[in-house]
């Protein structure tokens, strides 16, 4: 129990390190035009110290960078630390003769990275099948996408809510003036499925558009009317 | 392993082996090895997301 506590401390100072650096922004310093083309130099000149000063000092924009991505739904600190290999890349292939600055060319390198990696993320999250498995039911038959697809509880309860006002529609239909009727009956396609417009109606009934417009919302009007009160047309 | 100069080698954070040569950052060190491998590996490969949680090690330090 005791070995817990310690490695739950450690982890914990371990975070709080982490939040704290990247909160309160304890990163080394930028280096000066002078000291960077200098250990520019010294790194093509094969010196490792100098590559880890370039790195170090250039933390700060990948900090910088991965907070423009905060939105994404990615973790913060797989931001930074894919951040960080944009950054390892750019001063690995960096050389003074690219004619930007170092942090120029690093900060599209970083960004290049992590846009790259959601990217891919998102194409993943976009590949799934419909046959993939997702789980096991209660008797530990498999399961696919396909098979909870349609069979949503609210799709059903909205089937069978949908089924029940149409059958109250109908039976209301008949009690409404054969006009009014009509032009319920064309305007939401109920006998043939076939929906029109209120000008088609109108050329078809021999009226004006706005003559179909009224009929159709004292129509509607008397339908709902009478579809709360739950009695009869008058 | 003991270095050139006498000096305990550092650990990877990354293949946790103690090797001569590579980067440190912050204080984190990655061998030239592993190096290589975090910069080619795109980022669709699964590997990539190993290297990225490893990576986190670096920000999890403050730097001396």
Redesign the interface.
């Known amino acids: 129990m005791t070995g817990l506590f310690t490695l739950l401390a450690l982890v914990l100072k371990d975070v709080s390190v982490f939040v704290s650096y990247v909160k309160h922004h304890a990163f080394p310093q930028p280096l000066s035009a002078e000291e960077e083309a200098e250990c520019i130099r010294k790194m093509q000149a094969g010196d490792q110290n100098a590559r880890n000063t370039l790195i170090e000092h250039n933390l700060r924009l990948v900090a910088h960078l991965a907070k423009k991505f905060e939105s994404s739904g990615e973790e913060m600190d797989d931001l930074i630390s894919i951040g960080t290999i944009g950054l390892i890349k750019a001063v690995e292939s960096y050389t003074l003769d690219r004619g930007t600055k170092l942090a120029t060319f690093a900060a599209r390198c970083i960004h290049n990275e992590i846009l790259m990696y959601l990217r891919s993320t998102k194409r993943h999250r976009r590949d799934a099948s419909l046959h993939d498995p997702i789980g096991v039911d209660k008797d530990g038959n498999e399961m696919t996408l396909a098979d909870l697809l349609g069979s949503d509880p609210d799709d059903v309860i909205h089937e069978v809510d949908l089924s029940w006002e149409k059958q109250k529609v109908f039976e209301h239909l008949p009690l409404l003036p054969e006009r009014e009727r009509e032009v319920l009956c064309k305007r939401f396609g109920i006998l043939d499925g076939e929906e029109r417009t209120q000008r088609e109606i109108a050329a078809e009934m021999g009226i004006s558009r706005s003559y179909v417009s009224r009929i159709e919302r004292k129509a509607l009007n008397k339908l709902y009317a009478q579809l709360r009160s739950g009695k009869g047309l008058s | 392993m003991i270095g050139l100069d006498g000096k305990q080698a550092p650990q990877c954070i990354v293949c946790q082996q103690e090797k001569a040569?590579?980067?440190?950052?912050?204080g984190q060190f990655i061998c030239t090895d592993c190096?290589r491998a975090?910069?080619s590996t795109d980022?669709?490969d699964v590997r990539?997301k190993h290297?990225?949680?490893c990576?986190?090690r670096?920000?999890?330090?403050?730097?001396p």
Do not use: F, L, P
């Open positions: 040569d590579g980067i440190t950052v912050c190096e975090i910069v980022v669709s990539y290297y990225v949680d990576m986190k670096i920000w999890w330090r403050v730097c």
